[in-house]
């Protein structure tokens, strides 16, 4: 089992940037790629982005590129996302979510909430316009 606790969501004004992280706890955390995806009411659970074990690849979704990035420090069992010129449509509840690396695959490939086993309880992220 993995134990994933996200932190930093809050309050931001349109423009202004939040920084996420997401512990780990249980496993050993560089066994496992790491993303983060965000849901808001009412629609589906959306991916942001994923790093690979190493923290040597990253991939985003279109709506992020240039403004959010993604990194990891395995020493610290700790995933980051770093949100620069937030928009409001950025308002949702950020999840880290964790999938093995023995499930193969190429990080680009690994967009979708079922591709991945172990999800954190996630933080509400609000940016005001």
């Known amino acids: 089992q993995v134990q994933l606790v996200e932190s930093g969501g809050g309050l931001v004004q349109a423009g202004g940037s939040l920084r996420l992280s997401c512990a780990a706890s249980?496993?050993?955390?560089?066994?496992?790629?790491m993303g983060w995806f965000r849901q808001v009411p009412g629609k589906e659970r959306e991916f942001v982005a994923v790093?690979?074990?190493?923290?040597?690849?990253?991939y985003y979704t279109d709506s992020v590129k240039g403004r959010f990035t993604i990194s990891r420090d395995n020493a610290k069992n700790t995933v980051y996302l770093q949100m620069n010129s937030l928009k409001a449509e950025d308002t949702a509840v950020y999840y880290c979510?964790?999938?093995?690396?023995?499930?193969?695959?190429?990080?680009?490939?690994?967009?979708?909430?079922?591709?991945?086993?172990?999800w954190g309880q996630g933080t509400q992220v609000t940016v005001s316009s």
């Open positions: 249980g496993r050993t955390f560089s066994s496992y790629h």
């Open positions: 979510a964790g999938r093995w690396i023995g499930m193969g695959g190429v990080i680009a490939t690994m967009t979708s909430r079922r591709q991945y086993e172990y």
């Open positions: 790093i690979h074990w190493s923290g040597g690849s990253t």
